[in-house]
């Protein structure tokens, strides 16, 4: 699981979120066929990444919407949700018995995807 260029699971959401929140259903095939492919890649079960982010979009991110509107500041905190569930199930399923939780890595990770999200918001991209 641990290569030199961090996943991106956290970033990876934020697309997902667009994709389906704005009703670009071939963009969302695309980019659930690509999820599926990483995993496969990596040697996990291909869909896990999905549940993972429809979960966290149906129980976490509606709800935060609704009583925030949207606020950016709440992006920073899906991220550790996403690596976390996503070592969670994949520890239950025990695909890998190499997977520790949050192990410096896996915190080196959500360090570098926070630093992108804040470069992100500092030069407005959306």
Known sequence: ????????????????????????????IAFILMLCIMESTKGFYPGILLVVYCFVYIFVFNRVVKMFKYVNIFEIFYIPIIYFMFILINSFIEINENILFFTPMVLLYIFIETIILVIRWILGIK
């Open 1 to 28: 699981m641990y290569i030199s260029l961090p996943p991106l699971f956290g970033i990876l959401f934020l697309s997902f979120v667009k994709f389906f929140r704005k009703k670009m259903y071939y963009s969302l």
